[in-house]
């Protein structure tokens, strides 16, 4: 069995308070968009085409994280692609999601206590937070969510959708089929070479989300044993910002 088809090993959650309390030394590595990378990679922006409000057209991640996805791109094999989806996440789009997440719980348990809609929730979304000392994984342009398709740009079956929320979605789950049939042992391979290339690549996988990887943020460093975080919560500059930096040096 060669790199590509190992086994996804089944991972616990991660202790949320103590991976938050990890220190972040901040890097300063920029935020670079996807958008004029043609190759090896896809673009497809997901929440932008959902329709979800203030979803960008555009995935930016940190510098050295578009570096890794190109490495995880060019270890697959002829024919199949990595699509990324999601990358730099804007708080408010966080919000929205966590808010959108734990209103359903609420619906669909109304019995149930506030604090396990909100543990529920952050199964598969993290909380939204601007905490320089924990800030939401996508916040940071650490996080990436990703996903295959072959050559003429049709995904593969992953075995859920992106962005489910059932127990199937754990990255792990399909390796616990008895006695997998076609289509199941289709999407084991398919999840295995997902999971193999990007952790090649340097990243890690947050267990209850086959699509979610990290680098360099607390998730990264929970994950990878590192002592610290190298990427903290991160802004896109506008104009205005960019301007302003600028005119701080100009000579007087």
Not at 76 to 92: F, Q
Not at 149 to 158: A, F, K
Not at 161 to 168: G, H, V
Request: hydrophobic share 40%; proline share 10%.
């Amino acid at each position: 069995m060669n790199f590509l088809s190992q086994p996804i090993p089944s991972h616990p959650e991660p202790d949320w308070s103590r991976l938050q309390a990890l220190p972040i030394e901040e890097t300063g590595d920029p935020l670079v968009p996807l958008g004029l990378v043609t190759s090896p990679i896809r673009v497809y922006p997901a929440y932008f085409h959902l329709g979800v409000p203030g979803a960008l057209a555009e995935c930016h991640v940190r510098a050295p994280v578009l570096t890794r996805l190109q490495q995880a791109a060019r270890l697959l094999p002829a024919g199949i692609e990595l699509v990324v989806l999601d990358g730099w996440r804007p708080l408010a789009v966080q919000q929205y999601l966590f808010d959108t997440l734990l209103a359903a719980m609420r619906d669909h348990d109304p019995a149930g206590s506030e604090a396990e809609h909100q543990a529920r929730a952050r199964h598969f979304v993290a909380p939204p937070s601007a905490d320089p000392r924990a800030p939401s994984p996508h916040l940071t342009g650490g996080s990436v969510d990703v996903t295959l398709c072959d050559g003429e740009g049709r995904l593969l079956d992953m075995g859920t959708e992106f962005d489910d929320i059932s127990p199937w979605s754990y990255s792990a789950a399909f390796e616990a089929v008895a006695r997998p049939g076609p289509r199941e042992g289709e999407v084991i391979e398919n999840r295995r070479l997902l999971h193999s290339v990007m952790i090649r690549a340097g990243f890690t996988n947050l267990p209850s989300e086959w699509w979610h990887f990290d680098y360099g943020n607390q998730s990264w460093a929970w994950y990878s044993q590192a002592p610290q975080a190298l990427f903290g919560a991160m802004s896109l500059p506008g104009l205005q910002q960019r301007w302003q930096r600028q005119v701080a040096v100009f000579p007087r």
